[in-house]
């Protein structure tokens, strides 16, 4: 399936370019609709306006080139989906090719431009585009149901909620009803006490009788012997009525025991709800704890988690700005590379003409021996530069230490000269090659010096036959393997006791925020460990540091 009524932006720095594009955009797709920008910031604008199907980038352009437009147009939402296809005059190395792929793009292409591949590349990307987009269309209607369910849910939880509130009222409600069957109860109690105190009063009556009968039948038998008779027929009378009487106080007694097994009764009852009372409150007091001590674990656990994801977070930050700032040199590099190399073989060259048209001993022909020594040394300089400030993500390889050393001192030594600083360097001829990523070494070589520097400068503002710095390599044996160890030692103020421990820790810095991020020694430790080094120093405060970069032959 071929794809005709297509929008192609063409982004590139040359209108020679732009039009032979075009041309063959439109050969290859008759009804398609070309936009052409010979800038990133045009290129970028339009594509943020017409949102096309397919762009063609070149690579190689002034202030802005094909990568950072590819990068800046990934990093844009509504610009990401949109196929890059990168255009070239030269085959991309790995490492441009990497780079390339992490930056956004999806196709390169060779020029001269194959027009059946230009066609087949381009169809293919805007099916892709085309599928991506009835993608996100598609996620944006889950997104609006899983939102419409969402707030569904929502709706019945507070329904739930709503009658969970109304359970809860109508337990406050039986809780009042069983409030007042207690409150009865305790008025029964106080009804049960009057009436055995009503017994009491009868009792004490009935006692009080007893003994005003026996006093009236003794005065009858002393008045009257003839009522003997009717004297024994009273002590029958009395013998029943203290029979009844005794029959009252057992009945008042079983009604006393009765209202006392009552009060216990009420008593066991009151306890037992309170107690009952009481369990229910600790159990929800219980599981209350319970549930917040397990929400405060929750929320320890989730601090602790931020904490470390933030210090990592911070420490990934700054190393990928540190990287960031090496891209930049790289690309400074290249830049001063591509444009100073040219016109320096320019000037080597016509030293060599002036050279060889001159007598070999006259004093022209010793200034054009200058002019070619100096424009041969500013070529090696930026030949160093762009080595040591380039990223490389390489498998580690056999170089010579002597070479790592001398181009890292190359971009150093003049700064070093113009502190008043003494170097002094001691690198045998005979030690063996060493496996390794040249450039992470020359970057720890560098912190490490760039450290002695600021020591000295800081204790010696001017010149000081003591302002030196030693640079010095020795092989030795360890574990039955080769290894080399490179010293840098100054005689600076030296490491404080207090931080020794942390000098390798990442952020830490002894110097003023605006000199230091902390990061070197951090960096370099890590480099070191990766090559199964090992980085350490010896010092003295006061008087003097020596870092000691050891590093086995065979990165073994």
């Known amino acids: 399936m071929e794809y005709n009524n297509i929008t192609i932006l063409v982004i590139a720095d040359n209108q020679g370019n732009l039009i032979a594009l075009e041309a063959l955009i439109r050969k290859a797709f008759p009804e398609s609709i070309v936009f052409t920008a010979l800038n990133g910031k045009k290129g970028l604008a339009i594509a943020a306006q017409e949102e096309p199907d397919v762009i063609l980038l070149d690579i190689v352009m002034p202030k ?24 070239t005059e030269i085959k991309l190395s790995k490492e441009e090719q990497i780079h390339a792929q ?32 009835q993608k996100h269309n598609e996620n944006e209607r889950l997104t609006v149901l899983v939102e419409k369910k969402t707030k569904q849910l929502f709706i019945e939880n507070e329904e739930k909620d709503k009658r969970a509130a109304e359970l809860v009222i109508a337990n406050k409600e039986l809780a009042y009803q069983n409030e007042e069957k207690d409150k009865r109860a305790a008025e029964l109690v106080i009804a049960n006490k009057e009436l055995a105190y009503q017994n009491e009063e009868k009792d004490k009556r009935a006692a009080e009788l007893v003994i005003a009968n026996k006093e009236l039948a003794y005065q009858n038998k002393e008045k009257d012997k003839r009522a003997a008779e009717l004297v024994i027929a009273n002590e029958e009378k009395d013998k029943r009525a203290a029979e009844l009487v005794i029959a009252n106080r057992e009945k008042d007694k079983r009604a006393a025991e009765l209202v006392l097994a009552n009060k216990e009764k009420d008593k066991r009852a009151a306890e037992l709800v ?29 601090a602790a988690e931020l904490v470390i994801a933030n210090k990592e977070k911070s420490i ?10 090496l891209d930049s040199i790289g690309t400074l590099a290249g830049g001063v590379a591509h444009e100073i190399n040219n016109p320096i073989n320019g000037i080597m060259n016509y030293g060599q003409l002036i050279l060889d048209s001159l007598d070999a001993d006259s004093e022209n022909a010793e200034y054009a021996k200058e002019i070619i020594f100096e424009t041969n040394r500013i070529a090696v300089i930026v030949k160093n530069l762009l080595q040591f400030s380039r990223n490389e993500k390489e498998e580690h390889n056999y170089a010579n230490v002597k070479n790592i050393i ?14 008043q600083i003494d170097l002094q360097i001691d690198v045998p001829e005979d030690l063996p090659q060493l496996k390794c990523i040249s450039q992470q070494i020359q970057q720890v070589i560098m912190n490490l010096m760039t450290n002695s520097r600021d020591a000295l400068n800081e204790k010696y503002e001017g010149y000081h036959e003591d302002k030196i710095i030693k640079l010095y390599c020795k092989q030795f044996n360890k574990e039955n393997h080769k290894w080399i160890r490179i010293t840098v030692e100054d005689h600076g103020n030296g490491i404080p006791e207090a931080i020794k421990e942390k000098v390798f820790e990442p952020f830490f810095s002894s110097k003023s925020r605006d000199a230091g991020t902390g990061l070197g020694l951090s960096i370099s430790h890590g480099i070191i460990k990766d090559h199964h080094g090992e980085l350490s120093f010896e010092t003295k405060e006061g008087f003097y540091t020596k870092f000691y970069l050891d590093l086995p032959v065979d990165n073994e």
């Open 64 to 87: 802005m080139n094909g990568f950072k437009i590819c990068a800046k147009l990934k990093a844009d939402k509504l610009l990401r989906e949109i196929p890059v296809v990168f255009v």
């Open 274 to 302: 309170f107690a009952i009372k009481e369990l229910a409150y600790q159990a929800e007091l219980v599981i209350a704890n319970k549930e917040l001590a397990y929400q405060n674990k929750e929320k320890d656990k989730q």
């Open 406 to 419: 001398e181009q890292t001192l190359s971009l150093i030594k003049t700064v070093i000269k113009h502190d």
């Open 102 to 133: 992490e930056c956004g793009a999806e196709v390169f292409l060779l020029k001269p431009i194959d027009t059946y591949e230009l066609t087949t590349q381009i169809n293919a990307l805007v099916k892709i585009n085309f599928a991506n987009k």
């Open 316 to 325: 990934m930050v700054a190393y990928l700005n540190q990287q960031q700032r």
